[in-house]
């Protein structure tokens, strides 16, 4: 069985730019959440998606966006970025959505310069 | 004030020590209730669900104060492999997202 898959795990990128990260859930998963963690702070909830579509989101701008797709892998999409953006980004996958036995992958590290 | 607030820490303590983490939550309409561990650099992992009656696993006991919206987590005889960063992690009920505290940085020296 494998576990949540994250790429990149390492990226640097300009402010301005956009950037696109992936996830692949655990088999069996059918829901993925995005969690954002700064460095020193608990992780803060992007949003979920179950069955491809948004199934709740946090206190997150617009320019985050994200997909789900029919095999339950999914991407996080950052607009405009900001200095601010730089974070360690967390995928977490559960079976079904409202089930709190999420297993995270090991984040994509990203830094805004 | 944050939803869920820890004692950053860290906390240094020698191997075999029994040390106790504390968390609060603002929210008295939170439902669950988690400790988990995350390693530098690494994700976080579940360590173990908090439940009213108290739960324990091991070294480690959980303990949830419903009234009080306290959680505590305690670990008995310190590893060095207990070094780690231990999050409080609280949901709302019909909620679907874990919303977590700070942490607090347990360092446990030889």
């Known amino acids: 069985e494998t576990g949540v898959t994250q790429s990149p795990t390492h990226l640097i990128k300009t402010r301005g730019q956009q950037v696109t990260l992936r996830c692949s859930s655990q088999s069996g998963h059918n829901t993925v959440s995005w969690y954002q963690q700064a460095l020193g702070q608990g992780p803060q909830f992007i949003f979920q998606?179950?069955?491809?579509?948004?199934?709740g989101r946090g206190n997150f701008p617009p320019r985050f966006s994200g997909l789900q797709f029919p095999n339950y892998s999914s991407e996080l999409n950052v607009n405009a970025l900001e200095l601010d953006d730089s974070a360690l980004y967390l995928c977490?996958?559960?079976?079904?959505?409202?089930?709190?036995?999420?297993?995270f992958g090991s984040g994509t590290r990203l830094t805004v310069v | 004030r944050k939803e869920v607030e820890q004692d950053p820490g860290p906390f240094n303590v020698p191997e075999g020590a029994t040390v106790a983490f504390n968390c609060t939550y603002s929210n008295s309409a939170s439902q669950s209730f988690f400790w988990y561990r995350q390693d530098c650099r690494k994700e976080p992992k579940l360590l173990m669900s908090v439940y009213s009656s108290g739960n324990e696993d091991g070294r480690f006991t959980a303990q949830l104060n419903r009234a009080s919206q306290y959680i505590s987590l305690l670990i008995r005889d310190s590893k060095l492999s207990d070094s780690a960063t231990y999050l409080c992690?609280?949901?709302?009920?019909?909620?679907?997202?874990?919303?977590f505290g700070s942490g607090t940085r347990l360092l446990v020296r030889p």
């Open positions: 977490a996958s559960s079976p079904k959505a409202a089930d709190y036995g999420y297993t």
């Open positions: 998606y179950y069955r491809e579509e948004e199934n």
């Open positions: 992690v609280v949901t709302m009920d019909s909620s679907y997202k874990l919303i």
